[in-house]
């Protein structure tokens, strides 16, 4: 590669190795040391910004001139999610590898939202996540080579938007995407379930009058007693039930609601189920733990968060449908900058289509570089840990 020069202000490529083993170093350094931080940080509003310039730089600086204020002024503004002493939200989660397939992903510098921009961004995510539905025990019909498949989105809090989105669209025939939502549609959720489906509610136009909060048994599950006396007195003033969402691991207890007789409703009512595992899906590496998804086949779509609890560092949501062709016809779009061959061949995934958003970042490289070091039985080995960890402090 043709080195550049100071001159046109670029960093060459041997400053960037120079300071790329630094910045490495710093990190590995902050993970031997980390235990040393007050896990919250003590500043209080204002503190960091009050010691950041006003004004951005009118010349450029050396890199040691950033890690140092990195040192000063930015580590005590952290909040140290990492340390082992941090017990909120979500657990202490990101690997070296991930960390490591993140930086390629970086530096290829790749955008990958179909399938001609970066054929190895859509093919390795594809297998990645077929990979994962196998050692997650997933149905046949969530992989590419059946009905479905895998997308990796930013979060569950996207993962539900498209799920309702999608199954506003099929409830209505695909007739919302043109004239807006005319009917009118009812979602279910448990007073339990994670605040992102209500805000998804809102954002996809179905209101959040038309959200039912449905009462919780004492282990914080859905009561499908109730769900189904709600759904019979909605349909009886005219509503059309179409989104059921059911958590497997919800956020302020864990709790898992009854995904079989949820599926089962679902079925009935022709319904879209949508399952959010975001906290607890990657548990289902471990045979043992799968009889909290029993019913899982019933599914029409399903997210986890490998950025909670599969060592791979935020963002990262794994979203799987059991009909690709209900998620595309809903989000497919063609403008005529985007035309290529691939595309028009119908052999390839365009993820773009997938989801909202256009562009998108290369993240089955972190997520393949935790797989391929961890292993299936690496990752079984640290699952079993912390629920063993769990239940000794439960006692
Ligand atoms: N669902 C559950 C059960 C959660 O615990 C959370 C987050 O904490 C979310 C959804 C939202 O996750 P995200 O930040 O990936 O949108």
């Not at 595992?277 to 009889?291: D, L, N, Q, T």
């Not at 061959?341 to 256009?358: K, N």
Request: net charge negative.
């Amino acid at each position: 590669m043709k080195k550049l020069g100071k001159q046109n202000f670029h960093m060459t490529t041997e400053e960037f190795r120079k300071e790329g083993k630094k910045i490495i170093d710093w990190i590995a350094d902050y993970y031997e040391e980390i235990e040393k931080y007050p896990v919250l940080s003590q500043v209080k509003p204002g503190d960091i910004k009050a010691l950041l310039p006003e004004k951005a730089p009118q010349k450029g600086e050396p890199t040691d001139a950033m890690i140092g204020d990195i040192d000063q002024i930015i580590m005590p503004g952290i909040t140290h999610w990492q340390s082992p002493n941090f017990y909120a939200y979500f657990p202490a989660n990101t690997s070296f590898p991930s960390i490591l397939g993140d930086l390629i992903s970086s530096g290829l510098g790749v955008q990958g939202m179909i399938w001609a921009t970066s054929p190895a961004a859509t093919e390795l995510e594809t297998r990645v996540l077929d990979w994962l539905a196998d050692m997650m025990g997933m149905p046949e019909k969530f992989k590419s080579t059946s009905t479905g498949g895998g997308v990796i989105q930013d979060t569950a809090s996207t993962s539900a938007l498209t799920a309702i989105i999608a199954a506003r669209e099929r409830a209505t025939k695909f007739e919302s995407n043109k004239k807006g939502v005319v009917q009118k549609l009812t979602a279910y959720i448990s007073t339990q379930t994670h605040s992102s489906i209500e805000k998804a509610i809102k954002i996809a136009g179905i209101g959040t009058d038309n959200l039912r909060l449905i009462e919780v048994d004492e282990t914080f599950a859905m009561r499908t007693d109730l769900l189904e006396e709600q759904i019979k007195r909605d349909k009886q003033l005219g509503f059309t039930p179409f989104f059921i969402c059911a958590a497997i691991g919800t956020t302020s207890s864990n709790a898992v609601d009854p995904v079989r007789k949820i599926g089962e409703i679902c079925r009935r009512e022709n319904c879209w189920l949508h399952i959010d595992a975001a906290m607890s899906g990657s548990a289902m590496v471990c045979p043992e733990f799968r009889h909290f998804q029993d019913g899982v086949e019933l599914a029409d779509s399903y997210c986890f968060n490998p950025h909670k609890w599969m060592f791979t560092n935020f963002d990262c949501d794994v979203f799987w449908v059991a009909n690709r062709e209900e998620l595309i016809n809903t989000f497919s779009i063609l403008p005529e900058y985007l035309r290529n061959q691939a595309t028009e061949s119908g052999e390839v995934f365009d993820y773009r289509d997938w989801h909202i958003q256009l562009g998108r970042r290369f993240r089955s490289l972190k997520l393949w570089f935790v797989i391929r070091h961890y292993g299936v039985e690496g990752l079984q080995h640290h699952i079993r840990k912390h629920v063993e960890m769990a239940r000794k402090f439960t006692k």
